[in-house]
């Protein structure tokens, strides 16, 4: 396949987790009504007055795993035409609001998006109606997220050449053969500082193509540079749209 030309600008992903005294609908509830909301805004007034803004935000929220734990409790990305620089607190160390009160603080996340399988059709945006059309939910999907952390020793030069080149190609084949509709790779920009080296998003109508598509995929070699204990695998099915 020719190669992939990245998403223009910076991915700036946050990992959300709650405080241990939140409820995990908690958490949701002041994160839908209470923050997006806010964020929205707050990118709206930036971009009238030409400053640095975000032009899309949505958030993931993670379902529990097999033990009925949220390692992370879902995450938001907020598309910027540059990379945010690294705040010297994370957002939250002093609440803004109910959400930042029930979450743990967090710190943003630079990283650079590649769209192998945009899934345009099967992912829509249906803004409200009968509220303010934003933030909006979508869900009917079937979302598998890897967190991919990094072996120590890893080359990331390597690494980024051969999850591109090769692995991303091996993936598409496998899932168009699934049923699998979007899949997209976001590669961090500062992978020897940050926890993770890349997050990958898979969508599937239902956990059947998923599990058809866990049985037709091969190994490619990606798997020499991957911390297999480090490394996440999260589902989910739905998501919050701020900005689409």
């Known amino acids: 396949m020719p190669s992939l030309l990245p998403t223009p600008g910076a991915k700036m992903i946050y990992l ?9 609908e908690e958490l949701v509830a002041h994160w839908f009504a209470n923050h997006m909301p806010g964020v929205i805004r707050n990118q709206e007034n930036a971009a009238k007055q030409g ?3 975000a032009w899309r935000y949505l958030a993931t929220l993670f379902d529990a795993n097999q033990a009925g734990e949220h390692p992370w409790d879902g995450m938001a990305h907020l598309y910027f035409d540059e990379p945010l620089p690294r705040p010297r607190n994370p957002s939250g160390s002093t ?16 990283t650079v998006e590649y769209v192998a399988l945009a899934g345009t059709d099967e992912l829509k945006v249906e803004p409200l109606t009968l509220n303010d059309p934003f933030p909006c939910t ?22 980024f050449s051969h999850w591109l080149d090769v692995h991303v ?44 598509f866990s049985q037709i995929s091969k190994p490619d070699g990606l798997e020499q540079w ?16 701020g900005i689409p």
Request: proline share 8%; aromatic share 12%.
């Open 138 to 159: 979508r869900s009917g999907f079937y979302k598998r997220c890897f967190l991919i952390k990094a072996r120590q020793e890893a080359d990331f030069a390597a690494m």
């Open 226 to 241: 991957i911390d297999p204990l480090g490394t996440l695998a999260l589902t989910a099915g739905t998501e919050m749209i």
């Open 95 to 110: 609440p803004r609001d109910t959400f930042q009160q029930k979450a743990e603080p967090y710190m943003p996340w630079a």
């Open 16 to 24: 959300i987790k709650r405080r241990p005294t939140t409820g995990r």
């Open 169 to 212: 190609p091996n993936v598409c084949a496998a899932m168009k053969r699934a049923g699998g509709f979007r899949y997209c790779v976001s590669l961090s920009l500062d992978p020897v500082t940050e926890p993770y080296a890349g997050l990958a998003e898979l969508y599937f109508p239902t956990s059947a193509e998923w599990g058809e």
């Open 51 to 53: 400053r640095l803004h």
